[in-house]
């Protein structure tokens, strides 16, 4: 088959002979966005890591506060370092599996610059609290817009890369590939759905569990689209190029490739395990969670057998080591994953540190340790020279995949510990820790290890930062090699045993492919999507629960603002030590009007979704201010400026407005008094802590620090009804 | 799908070291091995696949999808059972005097458990701040004696924004704050709060 469109093999049916050459600036200029990226994605999540430990380390800056910077971290790990190791694997080996030269240097280097400028701005406006707060979607809509822009211009220049290729079948990464382009284009558009109220402002079209479904429907196939599939296609490409070894199975890529894609859609309410969220939705997000252990361990055996007859490079080669490393963190991620599906383990594991361990078990150990050994299999081969070092390298590899142990095992035990202690009940059917803060200061000495373990895999990361440089100063960049191959015939010309099997003849048919790829995770997001959206159950419209009034509406956004769910959550699980702690389970009626959900998925502190009442107005004003004034070995993070900042409530009409559209029962009096009713409100709370004594405020009622009390005080109160 | 026979014709040659069929694919040099599914995986994947079936059918359409509903409220209903049992034994427990005269000799033991607990509200000499002056002899709930004062600590008027200490504080820790918190009476720390509740003397 191969043979007619190879010249070392000439074939029986020649095309035409062409001569050509591959883009490979474009490749170094996505490498060196890894790395740039990467050293500031790892050393912001080092620094929100040691905030855990000590709170001061915000150093009393708004924009350095652990709610600010936590999105910074994740959305720069994930969309900077991240995408642009995918970018720069796809665009160096999708050249070389399809004979051709990229489809366009322009649209190259447009989705090059436009991914950078999406990136400095996500950078600039998440630590200005410019968030809608749906982890890994937090962009603001102008950003999402682009966010869409590039991305279709990456698929335009990739489809039209595979139009042009030179071998008529595609390879197992280019079926990666295609999965992922199509899939983070449909995720990315269904969970933007928004509806601006002002440049840089929006509320999401869905709410509560309906926001919450299809944010962790986009959430975790982010995780499967743009951390998995991708990863599974440089893997199919970089294993067999650095150890010159055949793929062990083709028909295991086959199977595990159509199973993965089609299974992974459905498991994101996972996510959402023991929530208000509908059963039958929990249930099948846990048992497709267990259906995909197999899809995803076909990967990983199909990486590690390839190894196969080359297993003594182990020793000797770094490359291989971070690869073997790579796909072994992937399988224990993709062993744990679907353990943490099952819904017992779930309420143990849930909105505690386990989750990060495990997230930074795939994230450090599988994308992490893959992109190194990219690199250094790449920068040689891209400057033309040999690696700088094999012993740097080495010591990299070390230092990596025992930060990354000593990261998961820290926050195992952290997690572990967390979810015991808010469990345990004595004997007389009490809580054993009724303070919460009991159970944040046992696992501080963890976030101590966990810190050290993200260090060591930080000194790693330096040290190939030096090594690669290097190796980049040593070689130089020399003229694109031409390449030739011949052209393409149409495929009427070929006889029917050259075809092959039905899959194979697919391979040579991109396009259509491509189709039942779409086809393929449809299914799961249709059926699990749709009711969500249309289903009473899941759109209750309670009307006993009333709106958020103006000012609520006002504190909610800047409660969204400061990140406080990056460690609050609101959302009360039907378990009897939750409903001793926090008040019995929250209701899907109750997060009726919450545009974004604010459910959470961590608790670092208490749950919130009871708390209104529960204090004086009084305590959360201190307490807001100075937590330790009030808890002592609180953790949270001083606010200080929301007792001096005024509240915007020019845009406060705006703002209902744009929910009344949404469907949220506002009058339209209410559209236009709702400056007027926010300041009346603000009047009384302000009175009310003016009249305790101690807070000398000329302007208190304008502060919003006022409007975060009116939106806590509410919580669980449902405008009053109950 | 290509069989596994040596006459398959898309299998180019056999592997020179593994001696297993190599198929007639190449890209950029990758070659891809013949090789069946592992059995040991396709087994997890059927069994996965197995048990998926099974547990939906049976929980979510055999089943009416409230499990986990019904068992958090047999499992609260027992909760409730206990803690009502709880608070009958307390009720007929609680002797005035002898309680009165218990927390003031538990008094002194009850100075840190104030200090690190209450002071953030009551103020750190009971002048008051964000809850009551306890060290006036007025009182919004009871008399101010130890009883109620006992159970205002316990209960909490989570209304108003006093917590409820009994999940917290044991009953000998709960004693000895009490009796602290009545040792505070008269005495007239600086910056009080104005009373508030009904004058007892």
């Not at chain 1, 951390?227 to 970089?238: Q, V």
């Not at chain 1, 353990?339 to 143990?348: G, H, Y």
């Not at chain 1, 386990?354 to 400057?383: A, E, M, S």
Request: hydrophobic share 45%; glycine share 8%; charged share 15%.
């Amino acid at each position: 088959m191969i043979a007619e469109h190879n010249v070392t093999h000439a074939g029986s049916d020649p095309g035409e002979l062409e001569e050509f050459t591959y883009d490979d600036q474009i490749v170094r200029y996505f490498a060196y966005a890894t790395i740039g990226w990467g050293l500031i994605a790892f050393l912001v999540g080092l620094l929100i890591a040691l905030q855990l430990g000590l709170w001061q380390l915000n150093f009393g800056l708004p924009w350095l506060t652990f709610g600010r910077l936590r999105p910074l971290h994740t959305n720069a790990a994930i969309f900077a370092f991240a995408g642009n190791a995918i970018f720069m694997g796809v665009y160096h080996s999708s050249q070389r599996l399809l004979k051709t030269r990229m489809f366009s240097d322009v649209l190259s280097r447009m989705h090059f610059w436009g991914w950078q400028l999406i990136i400095v701005s996500a950078a600039i406006m998440l630590p200005l609290g410019i968030t809608q707060s749906k982890e890994y979607a937090e962009l603001e809509w102008p950003i999402d817009i682009a966010i869409t822009v590039v991305w279709v211009i990456f698929a335009v220049n990739f489809f039209g890369t595979i139009w042009k290729r030179r071998e008529r079948h595609i390879y197992v990464a280019i079926w990666f590939y295609i999965a992922t382009i199509v899939t983070v284009a449909v995720l990315h558009i269904v969970n933007s759905i928004e509806l601006p109220y002002s440049f840089l402002r929006s509320y999401p079209v869905y709410a509560g569990v309906q926001d919450g479904l299809v944010q962790w429907w986009y959430g975790h196939n982010a995780v499967a689209f743009f951390l998995t599939t991708p990863f599974l296609g440089l893997m199919y490409y970089y294993i067999p190029k650095a150890a010159n070894r055949p793929v062990y199975s083709y028909r295991l890529s086959i199977v595990h490739f159509w199973a993965l894609i089609f299974i992974y859609i459905w498991a994101g309410p996972h996510h959402l395990l023991n929530t208000a969220m509908p059963e039958w939705a929990q249930t099948l997000g846990m048992i497709f969670s267990l259906m995909l252990w197999a899809p995803s361990w076909g990967g990983m055996i199909n990486g590690l057998l390839t190894l196969r007859g080359a297993w003594q490079r182990l020793r000797t080669e770094p490359i291989i080591k971070f690869l073997v490393g790579a796909v072994t963190f992937y399988g224990m991620s993709t062993f744990e994953g679907p353990l943490l599906s099952i819904k017992a383990v779930n309420s143990l594991s849930h909105y505690t540190d386990w989750t990060i361990g495990h997230v930074h078990g795939g994230t450090l150990g599988w994308n992490g340790l893959l992109t190194f050994g990219i690199l250094y299999y790449l920068v040689p081969k891209l400057w033309n020279t040999e690696l700088y070092s094999k012993k740097l390298a080495n010591v990299h590899f070390w230092l990596g995949i025992t930060g990354t142990g000593v990261y998961m095992i820290s926050l195992w035990v952290a997690g572990i510990t967390q979810g015991l202690m808010w469990r345990g009940l004595t004997a007389e059917g009490k809580l054993m820790y009724p303070d919460f803060m009991e159970t944040v200061t046992r696992i501080i000495p963890l976030y101590w290890v966990r810190a050290l373990g993200g260090t060591m895999f930080i000194i790693g990361f330096c040290i190939m930062v030096y090594n690669l440089y290097k190796t980049m100063q040593s070689g130089r960049i020399s003229e694109p090699q031409k390449h030739k191959a011949r052209r393409l015939v149409s495929v009427t010309t070929l006889n029917a045993s050259e075809l092959g099997s039905k899959h194979r003849l697919l391979e040579g048919l991109p396009m259509v492919f491509t189709v039942l790829s779409v086809i393929a995770i449809l299914v799961g997001s249709v059926i699990e999507i749709i009711p969500a959206l249309v289903v009473q159950e899941f759109v209750p419209n309670d009307k006993k629960i009333k709106p958020y009034t103006a000012l609520e509406l006002a504190g909610r956004d800047i409660y969204v603002r400061e990140g406080c769910y990056t460690c609050h959550s609101q959302q009360i699980r039907p378990m009897v030590s939750e409903t001793l702690r926090y008040g019995k389970p929250s209701t899907i009626a109750e997060s009726q009007y919450d545009r974004p959900f604010q459910w959470g998925s961590k608790r670092t502190g208490p749950d919130l979704a009871r708390v209104g009442g529960k204090y004086p107005d009084m305590w959360h004003y201190r307490h807001m201010i100075n937590p330790r004034e009030i808890v002592p070995q609180s953790i949270m993070p001083n606010y200080p400026w929301l007792a001096t900042a005024n509240t915007d409530l020019d845009v406060i009409s705006r703002k209902l407005q744009v929910m009344q559209t949404l469907g949220v029962p506002y009058s339209n009096d209410e559209v236009k008094q709702a400056k007027a009713d926010a300041l009346r409100q603000a009047e009384k709370i302000a009175a009310g802590l003016r009249a305790e004594g101690g807070v000398n405020d000329a302007e208190l009622e304008q502060r919003e620090l006022v409007a975060l009390i009116a939106y806590l005080q509410r919580l669980g109160k449902n405008g009053g009804v109950e | 799908m290509a069989d596994n026979t040596p006459h398959d014709p898309h299998v180019r040659r056999m592997d020179e070291i593994l001696n297993e069929p190599v198929l007639d694919h190449e890209y950029d040099g990758i070659e891809e091995l013949d090789n069946p599914l592992p059995g040991w995986w396709l087994m997890t994947f059927y069994g996965a696949i197995a048990f998926a079936v099974v547990y939906f059918t049976v929980h979510s359409i055999i089943g009416d999808n409230r499990l986990a509903e019904r068992d958090y409220q047999q499992q609260w209903a027992a909760i409730e059972a206990q803690q009502a049992e709880q608070l009958a034994a307390q009720k007929a427990g609680l002797d005035p005097e002898a309680l009165a005269a218990e927390v003031v000799s538990m008094a002194a033991a009850g100075k840190p458990i104030y200090d690190s607990r209450c002071a953030a509200c009551h103020g750190g000499a009971g002048e008051g701040l964000i809850g009551p002056n306890l060290t006036d002899d007025s009182w919004i709930h009871g008399d101010g004696t130890a009883v109620p004062v006992y159970e205002v600590i316990r209960d909490g008027v989570n209304a108003n924004g006093m917590p409820p200490w009994g999940a917290l504080l044991s009953e000998d820790e709960l004693k000895q704050v009490t009796g602290y918190v009545l040792s505070l009476q008269g005495s007239n720390p600086p910056n009080a709060k104005a009373p508030q509740g009904n004058k007892v003397n």
